[in-house]
């Protein structure tokens, strides 16, 4: 698999992704309890910003082949 190829995937999965942590929130309160609720918060807020950092670095790595190209 070529950069771009794997860019695009990532990609695609990190959005995949992203989608299903936005179906973890509205189903927190369900749970009723607040520890667990507390705990299930910071962790889906965790794994966002991991899933961010992810997004972040193929975004520079792509501009860097971009600008190479010039």
């Known amino acids: 698999m070529d950069r ?5 995937q990532i990609r695609e999965a990190c959005k995949n992704i992203a989608l299903q942590f936005m179906k973890i929130h509205p189903a927190v309160p369900g749970l009723a309890d607040e520890e667990t609720q507390k705990e299930c ?30």
Do not use: N, Q, W, Y
Request: no cysteine; hydrophobic share 45%; aromatic share 2%.
């Open 41 to 70: 918060f910071r962790s889906v807020h965790e794994m966002t910003v991991l899933l961010e950092t992810i997004k972040k670095r193929i975004g520079r790595l792509e501009r860097a082949d971009d600008s190479t190209l010039l």
């Open 4 to 8: 771009p190829a794997a860019i695009a």
